[in-house]
């Protein structure tokens, strides 16, 4: 993470360059997206379900049977920009995944339950 960022600053820099109509810088929308997909590891701690957001990070989360080798079989990927809107409430989850936004493969990859993430 930048140096002069903490994890809740940058979120809140990131929303606000998307309330102006801009682009989050890409150090700020990195470490917006690597704060909530470690604020989603503590509100859902488990290894089922494998969070993708390259090339920022990826996580795996969900109480559940752990996946240890191949493809997983519960996968969410999506774009930073995406999973920054749906992560802190400003995209449904079923919007995104409607419109191919954000794809969600797998019994257990239904997030609903844990976002928004701020709050």
Known sequence: MSPAHS???????????????VEPDRPVLRDAVRALLTE???????????VRIPP?????????????????????????????LVA???????EAVRDGRLRASGVRTDLTDYLPLLG
Not at 7 to 21: I, M, P, Q, T
Not at 43 to 48: E, F, L
Not at 88 to 94: A, C, H, I, N, Y
Request: charged share 25%; net charge negative; hydrophobic share 35%.
């Open 7 to 21: 994890k809740s600053e940058s979120v809140a820099e990131a929303l606000d360059a998307v309330d102006r109509g």
């Open 40 to 50: 989603l590891s503590v509100r859902a701690p488990g290894r089922s379900v494998e």
């Open 56 to 84: 920022f990070g990826a996580i795996q989360c969900v109480a559940g049977p752990r996946h240890t080798r191949g493809t997983p079989p519960n996968v969410v990927e999506t774009d930073p920009m995406t999973w920054l």
């Open 88 to 94: 802190t409430g400003r995209l449904p989850w079923d």
